[in-house]
């Protein structure tokens, strides 16, 4: 890592981090501490005068994290190619998968104590430093899960960097598996649910409709969407591309909720945080902040309109998948639960491999990200709801100036009237005429007043004396 040279304080408005000399940084490939060059100095916020050396510090500190980090590709380290699953399937299911996963390209130890340097350099007294100061740790602790795949010290790491299924949520004992289950018995195991309905697209008409759909919002903005043989998931966004997985073939419905979900929250949020006058690193997916994006992106389908009940279906069935794992069943009884629930066994396989990836596919110790996306959609909700109420309905608007967290909300709306920090350009159309989103978010604020049980009974006794639901025709099915 080559940082630049940091600016020297400015008197009476910055202190030495550390005394004395630093010391020689020891010749390439020997073994020792790993020091930025540009020495132990932090700037502080400056009291009154020039903020610029200030601004500058944050900047090339957050420009040394986007370097370093670089390399550091979670998704790309767990990745399981094709082969495995077409092996899996040609030996029927009966044994488990044979997984080898590609070493590091890089010396984690090495890039951890990089991280550590630039943490020791930054004041937890800051509020602006300390969001790049937990950055930092972050990535810390993800080199260490990645160390360990296939082992329960990954699974302890993915459980501090995603949450899991028994995490409350906020001021709540409700937790996660708690709103999974609660879904999986209203919306039943999906076997009602007729064929999406239109025409199937393949992988290239989608990248074209997409990008159409893109140019019109993206404006300004160089936003690729393209077909790739490399892709695990249906789609993935990167930091100026959009890739969408060769060979899969696509229901409207499902391009219409990849819209909102890749591009207008994980493109729009990587384009504004590049935006950022000195934290650039907010256009990278760091992992302190993958949670909530993955949770903002849910939310932006069900703000449009485009979640469907198939699509909660499945994200219900991961969250489920993973806490079979952490009771301690193996990928094989997880594969077959959701067979015999009457998914095809290449659905089944999918849903498996996004919970075993990286961890012991005996049991015990699955990849725990894939409960992010119901859970935090669950805190945008409330977050947003709790913002109607105390017409705040404002703050929205900054949980898309980048990768960001709920906690880094006031930091944020303080900065962004001091210039640090840059209100978003790209928000998606839902946001533009946000008068639908208040007005649900105030009903449902009183919802709390409403007790539920005594209105069920009501209902309950009413829909009794109705006639049994009709079979709706042939290709009017929902």
Not at 428 to 434: A, C, K, S, V, Y
Request: charged residues 30%.
């Amino acid at each position: 890592m080559k940082p630049p040279v940091a600016p020297r304080p400015s008197p009476g408005r910055g202190r030495k981090a550390g005394q004395g000399k630093p010391p020689r940084t020891p010749p390439k490939g020997a073994a020792g501490p790993v020091r930025p060059r540009w020495g132990e100095v932090c700037v502080l916020p400056p009291r009154g005068g020039s903020k610029e050396p200030y601004r500058s510090f944050l900047r090339r500190i957050s420009m040394a994290l986007v370097r370093t980090q670089k390399e550091i590709r979670v998704l790309k380290a767990l990745h399981w190619p094709d082969a495995v699953g077409q092996k899996f399937m040609a030996r029927k299911g009966l044994e488990l998968p044979r997984v080898e996963y590609a070493p590091l390209p890089f010396d984690s130890r090495r890039k951890a104590a990089e991280f550590r340097a630039i943490e020791n350099l930054l004041d937890p007294g800051d509020p602006l430093q300390c969001i790049l100061r937990d950055t930092a740790a972050q990535y810390r602790e993800v080199l260490g899960m990645l160390e360990n795949r296939g082992t329960k010290r990954f699974y302890d790491a993915s459980c501090r960097l995603y949450g899991h299924p028994l995490e409350p949520f906020a001021g709540q004992t409700t937790r996660n598996i708690d709103l999974a289950r609660h879904l999986d018995r209203i919306l039943g195991n999906g076997a009602h649910l007729a064929p999406p309905r239109g025409k199937m697209l393949t992988a290239e008409e989608t990248v074209a409709l997409l990008q159409r759909r893109f140019a019109r919002v993206f404006r300004g903005a160089r936003v690729r969407v393209e077909v790739s043989t490399q892709l695990t998931a249906d789609a993935a966004a990167g930091a100026s591309r959009i890739r969408i997985k060769k060979g899969r073939m696509f229901a409207r419905e499902t391009v219409n909720y990849l819209e909102q979900h890749e591009g207008y929250v994980h493109m729009a949020t990587t384009l504004n945080g590049s935006r950022q006058p000195v934290l650039p690193i907010l256009s990278k997916a760091s992992p302190r902040a993958v949670r909530i994006n993955e949770g903002l992106a849910v939310f932006s389908e069900w703000a449009s309109h485009t979640m469907t009940v198939r699509r909660m279906r499945r994200l219900v069935d991961r969250v489920l998948a993973i806490r079979m794992a952490e009771e301690g069943a193996d990928f094989l009884q997880v594969w077959r639960s959701f067979v015999e629930r009457g998914e095809a066994e290449g659905a089944a396989f999918d849903i498996a491999r996004r919970v075993f990836r990286g961890g012991d596919l005996r049991g015990k110790a699955p990849f725990t990200k894939d409960a992010s996306y119901l859970g935090d959609f669950l805190r945008i909700y409330n977050f947003t709801r709790v913002a109607a109420k105390r017409r705040r309905m404002d703050l929205i608007a900054l949980l898309f100036c980048g990768k960001v967290t709920l906690q880094d909300i006031p930091v944020l709306s303080r900065h962004a009237l001091t210039g640090e920090v840059r209100r978003p350009r790209y928000l998606p159309p839902w946001m533009r005429n946000p008068d639908w989103l208040t007005a649900h978010m105030a009903v449902s604020s009183f919802l709390d007043d409403v007790r539920m049980r005594g209105t069920e009974d009501f209902y309950e006794d009413l829909f009794g004396q109705c006639a049994p639901p009709a079979e709706a025709p042939a290709g009017e099915k929902d």
